[in-house]
């Protein structure tokens, strides 16, 4: 049975990382060509084919840059969010664990466009992965992108229609023509959620320093921003309004 996080309702941690044009992650990557694979007479990129991206892109929320290919980076939200919850009620998810809500590209301003190309919207999550084989990525999306009224699909299908569809870098254009297949993008933007998830393990940060749920036992702002702070490698502020938001931001390619 989860508890309560000293009395506070849910909390919700914001994972924020600084992109600029932000870098294609590397299990992104791995279709698009050679960045620098034009032809030694050809003097324009050809579309589907070839993708310059450069390897040296300043990072930042912002592309004041000659970048043109869109394939590149992150644009114009450059800044990636994820969301974390500690959902109590009802109680979903693990003991020992965070759930997982989604990740979007804001704004510099703090907003994010959505729902943004319904051509590439889905019907079903779970049908995809498993064409694709990705059982053991479908075993841990079971086990903690939990949807509070207990149709986790639901929610999969929701955040790829509101927020993938977004990404211009998972764009389908984006992909060696020769080897992709349809919905690719969609299982590259599941893995690549829970990878940054994995990467981030909330829980078992604030745990190992003594910080767990209780009903009894409560921290100050100042305990759970210290320890956060430590192992994220950066300044982690928290937010107190209606519940706890705890924001964690990074640069980082």
Not at 118 to 131: G, V
Not at 177 to 185: A, G, R
Not at 203 to 209: F, G, R, V
Not at 222 to 241: H, M, W, Y
Request: aromatic share 12%.
């Amino acid at each position: 049975m989860k508890q309560v996080i000293s009395a506070i309702p849910l909390i919700a941690l914001t994972l924020m990382r600084s992109t600029s044009a932000i870098h294609l992650p590397e299990s992104w990557t791995n279709q698009l060509p050679d960045s620098f694979s034009l032809k030694a007479n050809d003097n324009e990129l050809k579309p589907f084919e070839y993708h310059q991206c450069p390897v040296d892109m300043p990072l930042s929320c912002t592309n004041n840059t000659e970048i043109g290919d869109s394939c590149c980076f992150e644009y114009p939200g450059g800044v990636l969010l994820q969301t974390q919850f500690w959902d109590y009620y009802p109680p979903v998810g693990p003991d020992d664990m965070f759930t997982l809500h989604g990740l979007w590209p804001d704004l510099c301003n703090g907003q994010f466009e959505q729902f943004c190309d319904d051509s590439m919207n889905i019907e079903s999550a779970e049908t995809i992965l498993k064409d694709f084989g990705e059982e053991d990525l479908l075993k841990k999306m079971k086990l903690f992108w939990k949807n509070y009224n207990g149709n986790d699909e639901s929610l999969w299908i929701h955040e790829f229609n509101k927020h993938g569809t977004c990404m211009n870098t998972i764009k389908s254009h984006c992909y060696d023509q020769s080897t992709y297949k349809k919905n690719q993008n969609v299982v590259d933007f599941y893995k690549k959620t829970v990878e940054l998830f994995e990467d981030l393990p909330t829980y078992k940060w604030l745990s190992e320093n003594g910080i767990v749920a209780s009903q009894t036992q409560t921290y100050t702002r100042k305990q759970i921003e210290d320890t956060l702070s430590a192992r994220f490698g950066q300044p982690v502020f928290v937010k107190c309004n209606n519940y706890v938001e705890l924001k964690m931001s990074r640069n980082r390619n």
